[in-house]
């Protein structure tokens, strides 16, 4: 484990998709409002974390890799903080991707007792956030091509395209794609592909509302037909991780959670992860058991959250 760990400090790392600031406004609810029949929150903390994909980029940094972040920044007050909330990992953010068309991706989240109230976003049409590749692709294709590997974080925003996949599949030694498969986007052939339960029904063509067991042999025959992955890795929350290559299931690993507190954040904790360690030379049931123990910790924590090198020895031990 620590060998690995070591590895991952070495590896150079892209981070191409939807950046995001998340915003958590913590409380106590012990009244209702005169106004209207709506809580009253008294408001004991305020914090702001990266989101999204900006959260996936905080994972690999904290698990030791060199990062770079791609994504729409806004020229706005919500991207200066999510560019200092990075700056301050050491996580680069080129200046060309700052933008000013459109405000940055928040969402604020209104919890009391660890519980969420409402939630508040501000984001423009998922068109409106489409990179302009005749003038920002030449820099991409080239660090995506100086990067050990790239990771697209697609969280239907607008930001990930087929063109820019279509780029980034081009000049990638490893690609990792997390998909948003109700955009229709064309997710093929990638080194590794990220569904969760629902996102892989979805790929698959079957429905999301199914209560059926989840019909494995099923789901990887049509995302290998219709995609081609190398690898695919399923998370199944509470049952585990699924495994499949060639087209055909391979293992489920249970999970390594110990207490599950909430599971914001932990597809980027896989991808994460699995991509480093998978990069670093692990075979592919070694990688997804790293990625589980890293995905465990995560869990176990509330909010959008990253895991370190120590907790994560912490929990295998």
């Known amino acids: 484990m620590k060998d690995l760990l070591e590895q991952i400090k070495s590896l150079r790392v892209l981070v191409i998709g939807d950046v995001m600031l998340d915003r958590y406004i913590i409380g106590e609810v012990s009244r209702i409002s005169p106004e209207a029949p709506v ?28 990062v770079e972040a791609i994504g729409w920044f806004g020229q706005d007050e919500r991207g200066d903080q999510l560019v200092e909330i990075l700056g301050n990992q050491e996580i680069q953010v080129d200046q060309t991707f700052r933008f000013s ?23 423009s049409s998922i068109d409106q956030y489409h990179p302009d590749l005749s003038i920002v692709g030449d820099l991409i294709s080239e660090k995506a091509c100086q990067a050990d590997a790239v990771i697209v974080s697609d969280y239907g925003k607008g930001f990930v395209t087929n063109q820019l996949l279509a780029l980034v599949r081009e000049n990638a030694s490893f690609l990792a794609v997390d998909p948003k498969p109700s955009r229709l986007l064309d997710y093929s052939k990638p080194d590794l592909l990220t569904p969760n339960r629902l996102e892989a029904l979805e790929l698959a063509g079957l429905s999301r509302e199914t209560r059926d067991p989840f019909p494995q042999e099923d789901v990887v025959n049509q995302i290998f037909n219709k995609f081609s992955p190398r690898l695919l890795a399923v998370t199944l929350g509470g049952e585990g991780m699924l495994l499949a290559k060639q087209g055909k299931v391979e293992r489920t690993i249970p999970t390594a959670a110990r207490e599950v507190f909430d599971v914001s954040g932990a597809g980027d904790t896989v991808i994460a992860s699995l991509s480093m360690a998978l990069v670093a030379g692990q075979s592919f049931e070694q990688a997804a058991e790293f990625a589980n123990l890293a995905a465990g910790v995560v869990v176990g924590k509330v909010g959008t959250a990253n895991v370190s090198p120590e907790e994560i020895i912490a929990l295998s031990s």
């Open 39 to 66: 809580p009253v929150l008294a408001v004991r903390d305020e914090r702001s974390v990266a989101g999204g994909a900006a959260n996936v980029a905080l994972n690999l940094r904290s698990l030791g890799a060199n």
């Open 101 to 123: 068309a459109v405000p940055t991706i928040s969402k604020s989240r209104v919890t009391a007792s660890n519980q969420q109230i409402c939630r508040v976003d501000r984001e």
